[in-house]
């Protein structure tokens, strides 16, 4: 088979042991992200593709223009929203998408995050390499509020070491994510307004979905302290487009960390990447090496799968009557 691997930024796929099992295949690597639809489609010469997390969407419109020859997409993780499965069902594509990551690379990045930014740790280490020493005052956590939305399995792991570090967990989501924060003896706030207002940092830990896009509105934000800090760390969108970086003008939330964008790959331009009171990353949340293990060897695990004649982690398996 002839396998495209696309939006590797760090040209990694090659370098990981797992690779070593497509020996018997030809695997052409796209370093860069190709946004038009015809020139994506126009370099995807062959049977399968890889796809990493949500870095491309695949709507109908990429996929109507794929060479006839492309049979199989595989997907890191289980999440396919951004994929038009109903499209390749019709033209006889699978897509295969299965397993998840480490839930605690991403919980370790939101923390560095916060201590980064509470810390002026960015700034400082400028300050320094500029020859200037201590020139920020930096805010502590103990005994601070960490507001946790949601406590799913990333939410969690935040939630435990904001408790490790002596801070008030609270907790805020939906009534299932409202139980569980209860049983895990996290307090769930009376209202959502108190949830916003009383937190001194809060992290967001939801997936994105039809009902979670624009969850976060301006009102929210406009019921935080001057003081606090908000962390993004798993999708952008949902926050409406525009309204973190207006909310930071405003001055409430006083400060935000994000590694999510509405667009990635951001190489400039965009509007937090020009706040003193942002602190932002590339998308780095996932991003560890035991991570791409785990991904990219479920994704060999489903082309080697189709190459052998018994496709795995197949989630429209009605794309397979012809093969």
């Known amino acids: 088979m002839k396998i495209a691997v696309i939006d590797d930024y760090q040209d990694a796929f ?23 639809p015809a020139r994506l489609a126009a370099r995807l010469d062959a049977d399968a593709v890889v796809l990493t997390q949500q870095r491309s969407p695949f709507p109908r419109a990429v996929i109507e223009k794929l060479p006839a020859r492309l049979k199989l997409i595989t997907q890191t993780g289980r999440h396919s929203t951004h994929i038009d499965v109903a499209a390749c ?4 594509i699978a897509v295969a998408a299965a397993g998840t990551g480490n839930s605690n690379s991403t919980a370790e990045l939101a923390w560095g995050l ?6 002026h740790l960015p700034f400082e280490v400028q300050q320094l390499k500029a020859g200037k020493w201590q020139t920020t ?9 960490l507001g946790v939305y949601a406590p799913g399995k990333i939410g969690s792991i ?8 002596g801070m008030k967990v609270t907790c805020w989501g939906r009534a299932a994510s409202q139980a569980k924060a209860r049983a895990a003896g996290y307090e769930v706030p009376a209202s959502r307004e108190a949830f916003f207002e009383n937190a001194d940092v809060i992290s967001l830990h939801l997936p994105l979905l039809k009902e979670t896009r624009g969850i976060v509105t301006a009102a929210d934000l406009a019921h935080m302290k001057p003081t606090a800090l908000i962390v993004n760390t798993s999708r952008a969108p949902l926050i409406g487009e525009g309204v973190l970086a207006e909310a930071l003008r405003k001055g409430r939330p006083g400060y935000a960390a994000v590694d999510v964008f509405e ?13 003193p009171n942002a602190v932002c990353t590339p998308h ?9 293990e785990l991904y990219y060897a479920t994704v060999i695990d489903s082309i080697l799968a189709y190459a ?7 989630i429209n398996p009605e794309a397979l009557s012809g093969k």
């Open 89 to 92: 069902t019709e033209r006889g």
């Open 114 to 119: 916060i201590i980064s930014s509470m810390r």
């Open 14 to 36: 090659r370098t990981l042991a797992c690779y070593a099992r497509l020996k018997d295949h030809e695997v052409i690597v796209y370093t860069d992200t190709e946004k038009d």
């Open 137 to 145: 005052l930096g805010t502590g956590l103990f005994g601070k509020t």
């Open 263 to 275: 667009d990635e790959p951001v190489v400039g331009g965009h509007a937090l990447l020009k706040m």
């Open 284 to 292: 780095l949340g996932y991003v560890v090496q035991s991570t791409y």
């Open 308 to 314: 052998s004649g018994k496709p795995e982690n197949v």
């Open 158 to 165: 935040v939630a435990q070491v904001g408790k490790a570090f």
